[in-house]
């Protein structure tokens, strides 16, 4: 379950940010969220001090890839 700050015609995700600078960890929630849901586009938006976006993309068919090579429970 993920709260996005925006969810734009269940297309794209943004996430919205007021700090110092975009943080690795801001990225990663990001991805996370992407890599999550259907969606396959996403915007970090951050206005700190220096208003600044990063647009990430994860597309479906690498989603699909990832599922179905999990480690299998044993």
Request: hydrophobic share 40%; proline share 5%; charged share 25%.
């Amino acid at each position: 379950n993920f709260k996005a700050d925006l969810v734009v015609e269940n297309k794209v995700i943004i996430e919205l940010k007021a700090v110092w600078c975009i943080d690795p960890t801001h990225e990663a929630q990001l991805m996370n969220y992407l890599k999550a849901t259907p969606i396959e586009v996403g915007f970090l938006l951050n206005f700190g001090n220096k208003p600044e976006f990063k647009r990430f993309a994860f597309d479906n068919s690498r989603k699909n890839r990832t599922r179905n090579n999990a480690v299998k429970p044993g």
